[in-house]
């Protein structure tokens, strides 16, 4: 699954129900979304903590990589944009996410943009 599975207060609930109804491995990362109204530090907590818990959930930037066969491997990674690609500085684009993610609401844009180098 390529992210965006849940928001931050159900994304355990959402993650154990897939694992409860399909029965079979599930191979994830987390995308924006899935930090939305939450704390990324907390999510990453959690779906780690799911992993390690489970035998179906494979948080795959902690799993790491899974050979499909001799040449080929699933792998995943927790990306994030760095700030570095355009001029963040000027750009009058205002996302959601800072709104609804802990770690980028309430602050300044300098305060963002530091914070969102560090996390990508």
Known sequence: M????????????????????????I??????????????A????????LSI??????????????QLSDEVALIGHGGWGDARFGDFDESTVYLSDYVAIQELAGISNSERKAQIESIG
């Open 53 to 66: 818990d489970s035998n179906q959930l494979f948080w795959l930037p902690e799993s790491g990589p899974v």
């Open 42 to 49: 907390k999510v990453r907590e959690e779906v780690r903590h």
């Open 2 to 25: 390529c992210g965006d599975i849940a928001v931050a207060k159900n994304i355990d609930k959402i993650l154990l129900k897939l694992a409860d109804e399909i029965q079979i491995p």
């Open 27 to 40: 191979y994830f990362v987390l995308g924006n979304h899935d930090y939305y109204h939450g704390s990324i």
